[in-house]
């Protein structure tokens, strides 16, 4: 079993949609939880990232942690086009959001106008 | 915000031979750095993590005589693939983590594509 799974998708979606993108983890020692995006050839940029339970919000964009379920969300509001692109969840046992990340598969997210 | 650069983008190189890629942090200085291995459709794979001034540590599966990784300096991480075949055709990605007193950030450099014919 992967450490984390995400499903690829592809997932395409009409402008304004929410979008729910969505990851489950094993190893209950991961505290940190991030949200990468990632444009075709270009390595991935931070979008945040969540420490432990709870919700986080910025912008258009809300992550939640589930740890009792081991289940990481990502919420987009209001989608643009522009959003499209992979989508990556990351976790990390240490106790920092940065270092030996885990990276999900990735989710390729579309918006089409 | 913080850069991250990786020289060449682009290789193709015949199998056999030994490719260098360069990751640079351009306005900070970064102790440690990691190098990331991506195929298609798949995900970030760590291969290894680079510290300056000492050997670097790979990953379990991860060939170090094969992926030789320098870190020279505090601003420059490179990794050589060694005797390169088809199959080490791949995405490689570096990040440098900036450390800055609590807003420490990990940064991704764009990428190399490596090609071996």
């Known amino acids: 079993q992967k450490e984390v799974e995400q499903d690829p998708g592809p997932l395409s979606v009409p402008e304004g949609a929410i979008v729910s993108l969505n990851c489950t983890y094993s190893?209950?020692?991961?505290?940190?939880f991030m949200w990468y995006r990632q444009y075709s050839r270009k390595g991935p940029e931070l979008l945040m990232y969540?420490?432990?339970?709870g919700n986080k919000e910025d912008g258009r964009f809300t992550a939640q942690v589930d740890k009792s379920s081991k289940y990481i969300s990502l919420f987009i509001r209001d989608s643009q086009p522009s959003d499209s692109a992979t989508y990556l969840c990351?976790?990390?046992?240490?106790?920092?959001?940065?270092?030996?990340?885990?990276f999900g598969q990735g989710t390729i997210l579309t918006v089409h106008p | 915000g913080a850069v991250v650069s990786q020289h060449p983008s682009r290789v193709i190189c015949k199998s056999g031979t030994s490719v260098k890629i360069e990751c640079r942090s351009l306005?900070?200085?970064?102790?440690?750095m990691f190098w990331y291995r991506q195929f298609p459709k798949k995900s970030l794979m760590l291969m290894a993590t680079?510290?300056?001034?000492?050997?670097?540590?790979?990953e379990q599966g991860v060939e170090k005589d094969k992926f030789l990784i320098n870190h020279a300096s505090l601003t420059l991480s490179t990794l050589t693939v060694t005797s390169a075949h088809p199959e080490d055709s791949s995405f490689y990605i570096c990040?440098?983590?900036?450390?800055?007193?609590?807003?420490?950030?990990?940064?991704f450099g764009p990428g190399t594509r490596l090609t071996v014919l």
């Open positions: 680079s510290n300056e001034g000492s050997k670097a540590t790979y």
């Open positions: 306005d900070f200085q970064a102790t440690t």
């Open positions: 969540t420490y432990s339970s």
């Open positions: 190893n209950s020692a991961f505290q940190y």
């Open positions: 990040s440098a983590i900036l450390l800055a007193g609590g807003a420490d950030t990990q940064y």
């Open positions: 990351a976790t990390n046992a240490g106790g920092t959001s940065y270092g030996k990340l885990t």
